[in-house]
């Protein structure tokens, strides 16, 4: 069998590592905002972020020959539009994912363990850093602030839908269980004064999610502890708003059957979720990876999560849609 020169080159581009730790290198090094602020020769930008001349002119040709910088004259840079995307305060999440520095570069190298998450359908974290994430999460204070960081940027999205698009009126009181630092609950409570609640989550983030709750005016609190665990009664409705997604059915259905045996007769569980749907399809089959690689996790349909639902004893009740893949989906015991 013969092979066209397109199929090697775009073969070539597929498993090219240099480009993706390069960029992230430029953004340790601060070099986009650095050559925006003026620093534009190499010399410059040596001086500027303390990196060797040299090695700095190689790693400069590299992201010029990708597009991340321009040069106008020999040694002269300019940003372009990828580097002015990197740029954007939208991006400020993405950049900090990027940084060769942080946490993000230690979650993403998980992705070396794939083989192993292939063949066993197990997370491969453990088998690249000796323990598995959440261990991991919970020993290292900056992996568990950058998480925490990054969850919350996406639930400042779905908390005010979620505040909005669900009937809260004949509820007085919710627990979001697995609630992270108390985003999407902020955004709840602060819609429907009405309401009272509190974030469930595991000890190690206490400090972050009593700062951030203690701007709800007392309205809510923080508990301790593993929603593996039985769960604190007494709440009209819990959520579990992007956490099943980070396990596999068996722990899922596990932390379901929790919120089930809380939940009172009347009451309601609802799961939050970003769905892979047709528009996101391109990108939701990496991050489906990225959640089998790191965590032993999946993406998942409505039906999926009814199919874990049934066996903790809970029924779907209603589905609601929001933008963007958001779902709620509302489950009673049945
Ligand atoms: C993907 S984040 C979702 C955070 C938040 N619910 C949201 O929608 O942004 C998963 C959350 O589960 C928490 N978590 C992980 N293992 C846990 C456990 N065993 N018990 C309670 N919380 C846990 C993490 O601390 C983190 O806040």
Known sequence: ?????????????????????????????????????????????????????????RLLRHLVAVGLFAEQAPGEHALTPVSRALLDESNALLRSWLDAGGPGLKMDLAYSGMLHAVRTGRSAYGVVHGKDFWSDYRDDEALRVFFGATMAGFAWQTGPEVAARYDWSSVSSVVDVGGGTGALLGAVLTEH????????????????????????????????????????????????????????????????????????????????????????????????????????????????????????????????????????LEYARG
């Open 193 to 328: 004064p009405h309401l009272t609640g509190a974030v469930l989550d595991l000890p190690e983030v206490r400090p972050e999610a009593e700062e951030f709750l203690a701007d709800l005016g007392g309205r809510a609190k923080f508990v301790g502890g593993s929603f593996l665990d039985p769960l604190p009664t007494g709440y009209d409705v819990l959520i579990v708003s992007r956490v099943l997604t980070d396990w596999p059915d068996e722990d899922a259905t596990r932390i379901l059957r929790r919120c089930a045996e809380a939940v009172p007769d009347e009451g309601r569980v609802l799961v939050v979720e970003v769905l892979a749907g047709e528009e996101h399809a391109k990108n939701n089959s990496s991050f489906d990876l990225q959640s089998l690689t790191l965590l032993g996790g999946r993406e998942r349909r409505p039906e999926d999560f009814d199919a874990l639902a049934a066996p903790a004893g809970l029924v779907r009740r209603a589905r609601i849609d929001g933008p963007n893949g958001l779902v709620v």
């Open 1 to 57: 069998m013969t092979s066209d020169s397109s199929g090697t080159a775009a073969l070539a581009a597929l498993v090219d590592l240099a480009t993706p730790f390069a960029v992230r290198t430029a953004v340790a090094l601060r070099l986009p905002e650095l050559v925006r602020d003026g620093h534009t020769t190499t010399a410059a930008l040596a001086q500027a972020c303390g990196a060797d001349r040299d090695a700095l002119a």
